[in-house]
């Protein structure tokens, strides 16, 4: 239950990335990570997920993790169909010589709900950059993931991309369901998440999006929300 | 003899109703829904999410040991009147399976069932694990607002609550379990794995699942853990182990404290709810693991 980091400390060649970051979030929250480049939004999610070695103490708990990098090259090359990516979600760490029924359905929900369905038979290396974020999401739910990490998912999206993607992450937001998205896009505090963690390698803010939106923004130095 | 008496009871049931399967959720005098579950903690659970808008029964009287609790005559017609039948699986209710398909219910909640996957053969002991208790609270919800859409609200609500007051027991225990010595605790039955596991902890006990009577052998096993983890306490359930804690004191120094198991309650703990014995049950760990700052 929940997600709690504690103290947590990142160093990358003797610099601090990451100073004494602390909170905590409960299912139903999704979280906003902001701040300016180099703050430590990517390294906050790597260090959750464990890709990087750290100070401190982060509890996940029984969550799934589902984890989409801010940047997905790599897979790519190989020829693989949307489909087998997000098939490859139910395999939960264990190698399978054939998927079952129950998980090829799983894998048509996750596709429906990130509107992949009619692109199923498509490679990976031919899809728009919204597609592909958009299928490593469907990965993700077809795994069950119940605690999303999403490095800014939006970015080099156009506009039409963007609002499919919300709506994704507008079906995956459920009750018990955590969210921590990177953005450096104002506009997306306006239309996503319920609350909002601001680093600048120190946590400047962390609580309730609204008493972000009311006015402490300013005084941390990042413009949000332009009407 | 009693399975004669039940099944027979049960027939007379049919007669009685026609067989009728009526699904509506009007069953109780009130026009509430009525949520029956065979244990103390789902009732309590159902209770907060259902408030006042659905009647909550538990068949296991005061005192009973979840263990080898089994339904009274007079439970059946609980049983037949009930829209939503809350079990917790895992070898505690063996006579549900049958008496269930032959009332033809249908809307029945298992713990081990939402569980799947998560939770061990050999230990039923889930609702004293926080996280758990919130997935099973979860589907109490869910069932509750199928069931009785018009209050769907209510009932979102009440659950929201409650899983807040989960979510800060929780809290509270990943504070005091993050600076600790010892991550052991000594239990005389064995009911907090899951819970101990939550927080990096380890449960050693003197008996385990339905053993009765604990021998003389086995509490000298269990108290040579104890005295090499020089640990100084002992958790005991003030319910249900009087009886082997005193057998314990008799032949060793040793200090007891109490740890609700929650399997059932007594008259003295009648009225208290699941948050409030988890709570206490938090604040004596926070004593005896010294997790204090």
New interface residues.
Partial sequence: ??L?V?NLSVTYGGEPVLEDINF?L???DFLLVLGKNGAGKSTLLKAIVGEIPYSG?I?T??HKIGYVAQKIPGTIRFPVTVEELVLAGTLKGKPKLSYSKEDREVAVEALKATNLLNKRKKLLGNLSGGELRRAFIARALAGKADLLLLDEPTSGLDQMSREELYQVLNTFFR??TIILMVTHDPKEIKILGNKVLHIDKKALYFGDKDGYLAGEERELGFECCPE | MKRIVMLVLIFTLFALSGCSNARTASTTESGKPLIVTSIYPYGELAREIAGEKAEVTVLAPPGADAHDFEPKPSDLFTLRKADLIILNGGGLEPWARKIIKLLGKDKVIEAEKILEG?VKKDDPHYWLS??FA??IA?AIKDNLVTLDPENKSYYEENY?KL??K??EL??AM?DLT?DIKSRKIFTLHRAFGYFAA?YGLQEISLMSGKEAEATIGDIEKFMKEFSAEDAEYVFFDPVFGKKVAEKVGENYRVKFMPLYTLEGVDETLKGKSYLELMQENIETLRLVLGGDD
Wanted: hydrophobic fraction near 35%; charge should be positive.
């Fill in positions: 239950m929940g709690i504690k905590s409960k299912e139903g103490m509890k708990f029984n009750e018990d | 998560k926080l996280i919130r997935q979860k929201r899983a807040d989960l979510y929780h809290l990943v993050s939550d």
